[in-house]
């Protein structure tokens, strides 16, 4: 009887979590199906949408360093002056990309293999749009 009780306490709690996390769960998905497409953005020149641009930026600076050292440090820099410059950094007054989540995005990016690239830009994007 216990058992059965711990399951079902589990099994509401993992629908919850379901619930809560829907969109992340979807994008792992997607990833896992090579399947991600570029979410809507407001489009910086025509072609690439703002945020686009700054991820294609931070990638390039992350994977093609040109200083020896402080590589991933300026690369977030950059992106997140290219956000608030292009007033895309917030949303409805708070910000789009949590300091935990850039890390994680900066370091995925530096693991990531060359042949990854747009696969990884999309995960990018997903995160932050």
């Known amino acids: ?15 919850v979590l379901k619930d809560v996390y829907k ?3 979807e994008i792992l998905d997607a990833y896992d199906h090579q399947t991600l497409t570029r979410p809507e953005g407001t489009y910086y020149d025509g072609n690439e949408t703002i945020e686009e ?3 294609s930026m931070m990638y390039d600076m992350i994977k093609n360093p040109v200083w020896y050292d402080c590589n ?10 290219f956000l608030e ?11 789009r990309i949590s300091d ?6 900066i370091l ?7 042949e990854d ?13």
Request: charge should be positive.
């Open 100 to 105: 935990t989540l850039l890390v994680a995005l």
């Open 23 to 25: 969109d992340t769960l």
């Open 85 to 95: 410059w292009n007033n895309a950094l917030y949303v409805d007054g708070e910000k």
């Open 53 to 55: 641009v700054a991820v």
């Open 117 to 129: 690239k747009e696969m990884i830009i999309r995960t990018v994007l997903n995160c932050i749009c």
């Open 108 to 114: 995925m990016i530096e693991k990531s293999r060359e």
């Open 72 to 81: 991933k440090q300026i690369a977030a820099i950059k992106f997140l002056l």
């Open 1 to 15: 009887m216990k058992e059965n009780k711990i399951t079902a306490i589990t099994k509401e709690k993992e629908e």
